[in-house]
């Protein structure tokens, strides 16, 4: 798919279902977020929240000057009704903040789906200030646990699907690079395994709910619904890999 594509299934996907990545994480604990969040308590300032969808990391930054942009109005209007704001619809593209007037940028899930990647970090960059603070958290490699490869195995083959797509792959794993290559300063790069219980059917069609699958023919995802529900039992876990990196803006 190409951006224009990506774009527009973003659109409607988180229009149609807003909240459901914050959902999905949360079967995972606080802890996601919670991570996200811990290099930016000692903010000050302004923490301008990339694509913040439902504004999970909104009620975890109480004391910093948080505002959150997204694309979606579903996700914006989902965010409000939770009293989470300061809320501005706006595209990562094109950022309605002037230069240098935020300290910090939070992105939740987000590095991996906006497109133009180029375009929207040159647009980070802009409206940070130099110094200024990115605390970022990505979809991580799965690594080598049986458990967990197999996991993954049997959701993938009820879907038909060999893995899961983004729009920037290479924003996952490879963030601290991305950053690195346009001047930032990595300050830490770390990877965490979290589980998402995957007990019974409220859980599996969480999950695929939750699960970018464009190329998914709708009676394939009824299969797998169906498929991964007599499959969820208590004790059944999946593994959610995420990459956190803070870093610090080129001077
Ligand atoms: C995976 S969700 C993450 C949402 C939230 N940060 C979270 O962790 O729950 C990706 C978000 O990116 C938003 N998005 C996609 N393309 C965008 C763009 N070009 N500009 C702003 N937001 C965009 C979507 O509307 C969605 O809310």
Redesign the pocket.
Known sequence: MDDREW?RY??D???TR??V??EL?ALAGEAP?TWLAEPLRPITGTVL?????????RPLLPRVRWVG????P??LAYAAALGRGPLVM????ALPFAAGSVDAVC????L????PLDT?MDEVERVLRPDGVLAA?VPARLGASPAGLLAWARVLLALRETGLTWPNPHACDGAGRLLAARGWAVVSSARRVLWLPMAGPEHTSLLLRGL?LPGTAPERLRYAQRSLAAWARPGRALPLPLRRVVATAPR
């Not at 991996?112 to 497109?115: A, E, H, M, N």
């Open positions: 774009r973003l659109g996907f988180h229009d807003p909240g990545t914050e994480l977020y929240d990339l694509a913040c969808g439902s504004a999970p990391t942009v997204d694309a979606s579903g996700e706006g595209d990562a593209a992105a939740a899930m987000s991996q789906v906006l497109t929207v958290l970018y």
